[in-house]
């Protein structure tokens, strides 16, 4: 039996395949959440890049910790890894997400922290 990953073309015939395939979605997710950190500090000073970095590293600790507890009713099995992959794929999109609304503020929002 071939199973296809949600979200990756690729098909997995075994459990290692959809781990792989897991984790390049997870990377893939990873690097794009890399570019839009990276965007957004850019536009920011000296202090905020400061409280933006120990939130990121806050958040980041915070979705480790959230994934291995999600996966942990797999402890040990073969699909685990699969599971965590897919945690963190979901949290790392939703984090590019968010940050990605930093980068649309409207001159005059004081609300955003990098309206122009």
């Known amino acids: 039996m071939v199973f296809a990953y949600p979200g990756n073309e690729s098909y997995a015939a075994t459990q290692g395949d959809m781990n792989q395939a897991a984790n390049t979605d997870y990377k893939k997710a990873d690097a794009r ?53 897919g945690c963190l794929t979901d949290k790392t999109k939703a984090r590019a997400d968010e940050l990605n609304t930093l980068l649309q503020c409207q001159e005059g929002d004081v609300s955003c922290v990098t309206a122009p």
């Open 33 to 85: 959440l890399n570019k839009v950190y990276r965007e957004v500090l850019n536009k920011l000073e000296a202090s905020q890049k400061t409280d933006l970095k120990a939130a990121q590293n806050a958040w980041i600790q915070y979705r480790d910790l959230d994934c291995k507890f999600q996966s942990s009713g797999a402890q040990g099995g073969s699909i685990q890894a699969m599971l965590v992959a």
